[in-house]
């Protein structure tokens, strides 16, 4: 039996959408979309294809050979994933041209010729351009509006999301801390039934080539899991187990043809199935912000209690059980308890203070009824509702170190973290003169008293709720045109 179709997902033309045209119908929806016209201008389009259309190999090989990447052999599996193996740029694509010229085998559509088809996946092209010492300043790409309030990428700029002296080793290119990739894959090559890391969105935009699309939404998930919701189907057009997975045919999926210079917006918790349907080159980021944040809590609490059921067994000979419960969870996940309460309270910090700058270069207060001004308090009220969820569950705090907001006005990292996140808010928003974050801007916001001094040391979600309502409270009291600076 195939697949039950239920419907396409649609085609709109990038050009005709305002940010919060996005925001109110498929951020806030957790929707799929196909977006049209917003890759007109990238270097990506010319650089990396040829004029037939076909992908641009010698360019990767001439321009980023050395560079060091993952590739799926895609007729093989390996846990819950495609088998991967690390090589060089030029050795992947010597391959793509070997083997290029060969036949489909009909008894496996993912060979060539008896030989497996190799997908180039998650090479960090971001991180590698700054780094690469010829081509530090080739930008191939820039990340459409629609997608610039990415907190994942902005952090991850400045910070590791998960710090193990005992584990941590030196980052090299495949490790780097990013989720801003470049996908490359013959006719052919695909990848497996999934949801995207941490629950978050992403988006996937095709440089040349055609892509097929399934989609499951998030509220059918039960039904290509088995009973127990421990595994899933890995490939939605292999002999699926009925008596593995009883409601795989209940299940149904939205499907999409992405077509060269097309943008797909991946909400959070879709699983989705992806094959190449000619030669391709994509372009794909996975993002979070307040919109989403919530899932990600959410996954962490439900990989955290399969970890701690995982090793149930060991609790009473095991020195420091839940330590061990968070380490799995962090090297399963990509993220433990800390690290999460952690990235929300710096996000935190970085919105209570350009909350204030708004608050500053606005005597009037005309500004706090911005667009601008509803975003922060959004972000916010985001962060503040996902630590009241990690504050029932008794379990998530930082270990007892705490982050403190004035200290972290003195942090170079944190400031340029602040600045990030409000140039893209002047992107976002209307333009308005705002400031600079400068020395006389963090001792004005000190001396102020935004955050309360004596409640700045942030160890709990309680704190964090009691920070923000603290500052809530206090923009609440201040008089039209009364603040001065």
């Known amino acids: 039996m195939g697949l039950n179709i239920g419907?396409?997902?649609?085609?709109v033309n990038g050009k005709e959408l305002s940010y919060s045209d996005f925001v109110q119908r498929y951020l806030l929806k957790n929707e799929p979309v196909v977006l049209t016209g917003l890759m007109d201008d990238w270097r990506a389009c010319k650089d990396w294809v040829l004029p037939d259309g076909r992908p641009n190999l010698p360019f990767f090989s001439t321009h980023f050979g050395s560079s060091t990447v993952q590739v799926a052999y895609c007729d093989t599996k390996e846990f819950t994933d495609q088998k991967r193996e690390e090589m060089s740029v030029s050795e992947f694509i010597g391959y793509w041209l070997e083997f290029s010229s060969g036949e489909f085998n009909d008894a496996s559509p993912h060979k060539f010729?008896?030989?497996?088809?190799?997908?180039?996946?998650?090479?960090?092209f971001v991180k590698v351009r700054i780094r690469s010492k010829e081509y530090p300043e080739?930008?191939?790409y820039t990340t459409p509006l629609f997608f610039r309030d990415d907190w994942l990428n902005l952090y991850l700029d400045k910070y590791r999301m998960h710090e193990d002296p005992e584990t941590d080793k030196e980052k090299n290119e495949i490790c780097c801390s990013d989720y801003r990739f470049v996908y490359m894959g013959e006719k052919g090559?695909?990848?497996p039934l999934h949801a995207d890391v941490f629950r978050s969105y992403s988006w996937s935009a095709n440089v040349c080539g055609k892509k097929k699309w399934y989609f499951l939404s998030p509220t059918q998930r039960h039904l290509v899991f088995d009973r127990n919701m421990k595994c899933s189907v890995y490939d939605i057009f292999e002999d699926v187990s009925k008596t593995k997975f009883p409601a795989f045919d209940k299940a149904i999926w939205l499907e999409c043809t992405q077509e060269e210079n097309e943008i797909i917006f991946v909400p959070s918790g879709w699983y989705h199935q992806v094959h190449n349907l000619e030669d391709t080159i994509s372009i794909n980021h996975n993002w979070f912000n307040a919109y989403n944040i919530s899932w990600v809590w959410d996954l962490l609490l439900r990989d955290y209690n399969e970890a701690k059921e995982y090793i149930a067994d060991i609790k009473d000979i095991c020195d420091d059980f839940e330590e061990l419960c968070q380490r799995n969870l962090a090297a399963n996940t990509g993220m433990?308890?800390?690290?999460?309460f952690v990235f929300i309270v710096r996000f935190s910090f970085a919105n209570l203070v350009l909350l204030y700058r708004l608050v500053r270069d606005n005597e009037n207060f005309v500004g706090l009824s911005s667009q601008r001004a509803r975003h922060i308090y959004f972000n916010l009220e985001s962060a503040r509702d996902a630590a009241l969820k990690m504050n029932s569950t008794g379990l998530a705090q930082n270990g007892?170190?705490?982050i403190d907001f004035y200290r972290n006005l003195g942090d170079s990292a944190f400031l340029e973290l602040c600045m990030a996140l409000g140039r893209t808010y002047q992107l976002l928003h209307e333009p308005c003169n705002i400031s600079e974050i400068t020395k006389a801007l963090v001792d004005d916001l000190v001396e102020f008293e935004f955050v309360d001094p004596s409640a700045s040391h942030i160890s709990t979600p309680e704190d964090l709720v009691s920070l923000i309502d603290y500052a809530f409270t206090k923009l609440s009291s201040l008089s039209s045109g009364k603040f001065s600076h």
């Open 7 to 11: 419907g396409q997902v649609g085609k």
């Open 113 to 124: 010729d008896g030989t497996s088809l190799l997908y180039l996946k998650d090479w960090h």
């Open 138 to 140: 080739y930008l191939a």
């Open 189 to 191: 090559t695909w990848t």
């Open 336 to 340: 433990n308890f800390q690290d999460f």
């Open 400 to 402: 007892g170190i705490p």
